[in-house]
């Protein structure tokens, strides 16, 4: 089994940045062998996907957060992040980390972002 828990969520006015990370536990050659992603969920909206990274590093964007966001993994500390810059207002959501290998899915419990001023 494996576990998923994000930090780094927080408060931050509108041009701000914050860091997000989500930490692994469980089994290390399943998480690393896992395609990871950040997926946020405003009020009212759906579940949306981010960002995602492969396995091998390879990285894809929504439109919404290109050249604002990026994520990037640690296999040896089982770390995944997603630095967030130039932060805007409708980028306030419940960001959660998910890891997919196979048919399985794991997911985080969320953590809150709020960009106001």
């Known amino acids: 089994q494996v576990q998923l828990v994000e930090s780094g969520g927080g408060l931050v006015q509108p041009g701000g940045s914050l860091r997000l990370s989500c930490a692994a536990s469980?089994?290390?050659?399943?998480?690393?062998?896992?395609?990871m992603g950040w997926y946020r969920q405003a009020p009212g909206k759906q579940r949306e996907l981010v960002a995602s990274?492969?396995?091998?590093?390879?990285?894809n964007y929504d439109d919404s957060v290109k050249g604002r966001f990026t994520i990037s993994r640690d296999n040896g500390k089982r770390l995944v992040y997603l630095q967030m810059n130039s932060l805007k207002s409708e980028d306030t959501a419940v960001y959660y980390c998910?890891?997919?290998?196979?048919?399985?899915?794991?997911w985080g419990q969320g953590t809150q972002v709020t960009v106001s001023s």
């Open positions: 469980g089994i290390i050659f399943v998480i690393n062998d896992m395609a």
């Open positions: 990274i492969t396995r091998g590093g390879s990285r």
């Open positions: 998910n890891g997919q290998l196979g048919s399985q899915n794991f």
